[in-house]
Nanobody, 126 residues
Framework: QMQLVESGGGLVQAGGSLRLSCAASGRAFSNYAMGWFRQAPGKEREFVAAISWSGGTKKHADSVKGRFTISRDNAKNTVYLQMNSLKPEDTAVYYC???????????????????WGQGTQVTVSS
């Protein structure tokens, strides 16, 4: 089992920034690609970003491209999501997830991910 714990969410004004962190334990972190997803009220959980096990390959959803950046620190067993130029439509619960995938092909489907965190709320006010 892998445990994932997100932190860094909160309330921010439109145009502001937040950095989410996700700390992993229980499994070899570097064996997993990592992803961030989000779920707004009444909507399905959607892909935000993913990063390969080495950090060398990244993928971002079109809706966040140029504003959000995923990164990871394998020495700290942590994955990050830097969120800049936040918009009210970014309001959601953000989840990190782990995919037992050591290829550079990053997956955006929820069902591809093996472990999930409990989520952290991000609220962007207008």
């Amino acid at each position: 089992q892998m445990q994932l714990v997100e932190s860094g969410g909160g309330l921010v004004q439109a145009g502001g920034s937040l950095r989410l962190s996700c700390a992993a334990s229980g499994r070899a972190f570097s064996n997993y690609a990592m992803g961030w997803f989000r779920q707004a009220p009444g909507k399905e959980r959607e892909f935000v970003a993913a990063i390969s096990w080495s950090g060398g390959t990244k993928k971002h959803a079109d809706s966040v491209k140029g504003r959000f950046t995923i990164s990871r620190d394998n020495a700290k067993n942590t994955v990050y999501l830097q969120m800049n130029s936040l918009k009210p439509e970014d309001t959601a619960v953000y989840y990190c997830a782990a995919d037992a995938n050591r290829s550079t092909f990053l997956r955006a489907l929820r069902d591809s991910y093996d472990y999930w965190g409990q989520g952290t709320q991000v609220t962007v006010s207008s």
